[in-house]
């Protein structure tokens, strides 16, 4: 039982997290998910991460359950419980104020949920600040069973460094390697939101619950650019970063009230706007600062709402269900549901504990027929559209923590065009140039999969390295970084196998819940072609994607139902790994 007291809360910064290294700020929450039921995994930016390791840890593993709300207060390798109930009223942000304030110092940094994960809502954030959360699978619902409210960090013990000036001169390289890209010149401005451009101009936006693949409403209006010009008043940066992606933004809401927050991401903007049918900013900026009020996780709130939007608009739910109406864009229908969600009133309540059991609820004994119109793969709702890029749509289906993570296994080069001698030097293999095509494309995922695994495991952004372009740090780069900062005299071999062996472990858990090749599917809706853009008739072709899905199993050494072989878990030396005992 994921909500059970015996499910461990890991927290873990990475290596390199709180060196010098460029752009290492990241830290893993990991758990069995409350959401989908398996594999539970987020990750975060912003300062949280470093501040664990000055205060003296590199992990937390937590078990157990308070019997009265707590907090965390670790400074300078102590550890304390203190009381977190009169917490019980404020927002998540009103969380982080508060405890700082408690403390004493402002520059204290607090992981916490909000009301949302104090009610168990089984898609309940972390934060660190407004705009840093480790949002997917429910690792704030986990947090809430255990009555542990936050969190909170601060110290100044130095992290060892093997060579340091060996890792000032690494890093200085790499700053000038990555500040001399496109991809960062274009991140560092947009942040995400490019991705709102590129799905809009490329027809791969999720419109109207992934419907169709490009939103007709919106217009000109619903551009990065506008969001830029009129909204935004400034970025924000994670620790030692140069590209500050993250937005702050001001803006007037519907009830003529001045607020302020940081975002949105792409997620935000892609799937609160296209998905739920609206171009207006204003909306998406209401939607996404109350999210972060309740602490509940974007993409999922904005999953379940345009889930619930379609069924109304098939005629499958009605006013009698709903208490209230639920057309596409209505801006009134999409705050209100997020204030049920995380207050679990009403009907948004029912939502609160998965959309399993709010379609067991809808259709009763014929759900499983209505499941069709909620994307997902492995239990949670999807975050991209893939029909056009087939390693893409691989990877999507054989993310380990599910929902088709782009954070795990998105080959974006699949989109850039690129000969396959480029990729060939990049990767090691050539690539086909055609995003549409099947052949070959199994390579590309799973060396997305061990450069991503790599990354989070040394506490690197993706958004400094070759996931998101080709001129930014891979593998090679990796191993400069923590040969100046240990001893262990690394190579990107070394570090590619070591991507394979957490990928691997992490399939091993998944197998042991009975997940194996029948959960390594698209959505139902993605065998369903495209009807505009440049890539009009897009699709995933089952008997075609069942052969790449051999290939895949093949390379990674899984047999025919994806589990690793023998042979495979000797190589990586996982065939006494103790893990499992967690």
Request: negative net charge; glycine residues 10%; hydrophobic residues 35%.
């Given at each position: 039982d994921p909500l059970?007291?015996?499910?461990?809360?890991?927290?873990?910064?990475?290596?390199?997290?709180?060196?010098?290294?460029?752009?290492?700020?990241?830290?893993?929450?990991?758990?069995?998910?409350?959401?989908?039921?398996?594999?539970?995994?987020?990750?975060?930016?912003g300062f949280f991460g470093p501040e664990l390791r000055f205060a003296g840890y590199d992990h937390l593993l937590i078990r157990g359950r308070s019997p009265s709300p707590v907090y965390l207060w670790i400074h300078d390798g102590e550890i304390e419980f203190r009381d977190a109930s009169y917490l019980k009223n404020h927002t998540l942000p009103q969380t982080l104020d508060v405890i700082r304030t408690e403390l004493g110092d402002q520059d204290i940094q607090v992981a916490a949920i909000g009301p949302a994960g104090r009610r168990?809502?089984?898609?309940?954030?972390?934060?660190?600040?407004?705009?840093?959360?480790?949002?997917?699978?429910?690792?704030?619902?986990?947090?809430?069973?255990?009555?542990?409210?936050?969190?909170?960090?601060?110290?100044?013990?130095?992290?060892?460094?093997?060579?340091?000036?060996?890792?000032?001169?690494?890093?200085?390289?790499?700053?000038?390697?990555?500040?001399?890209?496109?991809?960062?010149?274009?991140?560092?401005?947009?942040?995400?939101?490019?991705?709102?451009?590129?799905?809009?101009?490329?027809?791969?936006?999720?419109?109207l619950n992934y419907q169709y693949n490009m939103l007709e409403s919106g217009g000109e209006e619903f551009d990065p650019?506008?969001?830029?010009?009129?909204?935004?008043?400034?970025?924000?940066?994670c620790f030692n970063c140069p590209v500050h992606t993250k937005h702050l933004h001001r803006f007037t809401s519907r009830d003529r009230e001045g607020l302020t927050g940081a975002g949105p991401e792409y997620g935000g903007a892609g799937y609160f706007g296209s998905s739920c049918g609206t171009g207006d900013w204003v909306t998406i900026m209401e939607c996404w600062d109350l999210c972060n009020q309740y602490g509940l996780d974007i993409l999922t709130t904005a999953g379940y709402i345009a889930w619930v939007m379609?069924?109304?608009?098939?005629?499958?739910?009605?006013?009698?269900?709903?208490?209230?109406?639920?057309?596409?864009?209505?801006?009134?229908?999409m705050i209100n549901l997020i204030h049920q969600m995380g207050?679990?009133?009403?009907?948004?309540?029912?939502?609160?504990?998965?959309?399993?059991?709010?379609?067991?609820?809808?259709?009763?004994?014929?759900?499983?027929?209505?499941?069709?119109?909620?994307?997902?793969?492995?239990?949670?709702?999807?975050?991209?559209?893939t029909r056009g890029t087939k390693a893409m749509a691989l990877g999507a289906a054989t993310a380990t923590r599910g929902g088709g993570c782009h954070l795990r296994s998105r080959f974006t080069m699949e989109e850039m065009d690129l000969p396959p001698e480029a990729t060939k030097k990049i990767i090691g293999r050539p690539v086909v140039s055609d995003p549409d095509s099947y052949e070959g494309k199994a390579y590309p995922a799973i060396w997305t999969e061990n450069l991503c695994a790599v990354g989070d495991a040394l506490g690197i952004c993706r958004f400094v390295t070759k996931w998101l372009s080709p001129g930014l740090l891979g593998f090679n780069e990796f191993a400069e970084a923590v040969n100046a900062v240990t001893i262990y005299n690394t190579t990107p071999e070394k570090l590619m196998e070591a991507g394979e062996r957490i990928y691997n472990l992490e399939r091993l858990f998944l197998i042991r819940e009975g997940l194996d090749r029948?959960?390594?599917?698209?959505?139902?809706?993605?065998?369903?072609?495209?009807?505009?853009?440049?890539?009009?008739?897009?699709?995933?072709?089952k008997e075609k994607f069942e052969t790449l899905l051999d290939e895949y199993y093949r390379e990674h050494g899984w047999d025919a139902e994806g589990i690793p072989t023998r042979e495979t878990l000797e190589r990586l030396e996982l065939v006494d790994e103790p893990s499992h005992l967690l």
């Amino acid at each position: 039982d994921p909500l059970s007291p015996e499910n461990p809360l890991i927290l873990g910064a990475g290596l390199l997290t709180g060196t010098h290294g460029i752009a290492t700020a990241r830290f893993n929450i990991s758990a069995k998910s409350p959401e989908s039921g398996n594999l539970g995994d987020s990750n975060s930016g912003g300062f949280f991460g470093p501040e664990l390791r000055f205060a003296g840890y590199d992990h937390l593993l937590i078990r157990g359950r308070s019997p009265s709300p707590v907090y965390l207060w670790i400074h300078d390798g102590e550890i304390e419980f203190r009381d977190a109930s009169y917490l019980k009223n404020h927002t998540l942000p009103q969380t982080l104020d508060v405890i700082r304030t408690e403390l004493g110092d402002q520059d204290i940094q607090v992981a916490a949920i909000g009301p949302a994960g104090r009610r168990l809502v089984v898609f309940a954030n972390v934060m660190c600040t407004i705009g840093d959360a480790a949002g997917r699978t429910g690792m704030g619902t986990v947090m809430g069973s255990k009555n542990l409210w936050a969190i909170a960090v601060r110290g100044k013990q130095p992290i060892q460094i093997a060579n340091p000036e060996r890792l000032m001169e690494v890093a200085a390289k790499q700053y000038r390697q990555i500040t001399q890209t496109k991809g960062y010149k274009a991140t560092a401005l947009y942040g995400t939101l490019m991705r709102l451009s590129i799905s809009r101009t490329q027809g791969q936006e999720p419109a109207l619950n992934y419907q169709y693949n490009m939103l007709e409403s919106g217009g000109e209006e619903f551009d990065p650019e506008v969001f830029i010009q009129k909204y935004e008043y400034g970025k924000m940066a994670c620790f030692n970063c140069p590209v500050h992606t993250k937005h702050l933004h001001r803006f007037t809401s519907r009830d003529r009230e001045g607020l302020t927050g940081a975002g949105p991401e792409y997620g935000g903007a892609g799937y609160f706007g296209s998905s739920c049918g609206t171009g207006d900013w204003v909306t998406i900026m209401e939607c996404w600062d109350l999210c972060n009020q309740y602490g509940l996780d974007i993409l999922t709130t904005a999953g379940y709402i345009a889930w619930v939007m379609e069924l109304y608009q098939r005629e499958l739910i009605d006013n009698s269900i709903t208490g209230m109406p639920l057309r596409w864009g209505d801006h009134d229908a999409m705050i209100n549901l997020i204030h049920q969600m995380g207050r679990r009133e009403g009907f948004g309540g029912l939502l609160s504990d998965g959309w399993q059991k709010a379609n067991l609820e809808f259709f009763g004994k014929n759900a499983k027929e209505y499941e069709r119109y909620i994307p997902t793969i492995k239990g949670m709702t999807v975050d991209q559209d893939t029909r056009g890029t087939k390693a893409m749509a691989l990877g999507a289906a054989t993310a380990t923590r599910g929902g088709g993570c782009h954070l795990r296994s998105r080959f974006t080069m699949e989109e850039m065009d690129l000969p396959p001698e480029a990729t060939k030097k990049i990767i090691g293999r050539p690539v086909v140039s055609d995003p549409d095509s099947y052949e070959g494309k199994a390579y590309p995922a799973i060396w997305t999969e061990n450069l991503c695994a790599v990354g989070d495991a040394l506490g690197i952004c993706r958004f400094v390295t070759k996931w998101l372009s080709p001129g930014l740090l891979g593998f090679n780069e990796f191993a400069e970084a923590v040969n100046a900062v240990t001893i262990y005299n690394t190579t990107p071999e070394k570090l590619m196998e070591a991507g394979e062996r957490i990928y691997n472990l992490e399939r091993l858990f998944l197998i042991r819940e009975g997940l194996d090749r029948k959960d390594d599917r698209v959505p139902e809706k993605f065998h369903e072609a495209w009807q505009y853009g440049f890539q009009k008739g897009s699709r995933i072709e089952k008997e075609k994607f069942e052969t790449l899905l051999d290939e895949y199993y093949r390379e990674h050494g899984w047999d025919a139902e994806g589990i690793p072989t023998r042979e495979t878990l000797e190589r990586l030396e996982l065939v006494d790994e103790p893990s499992h005992l967690l």
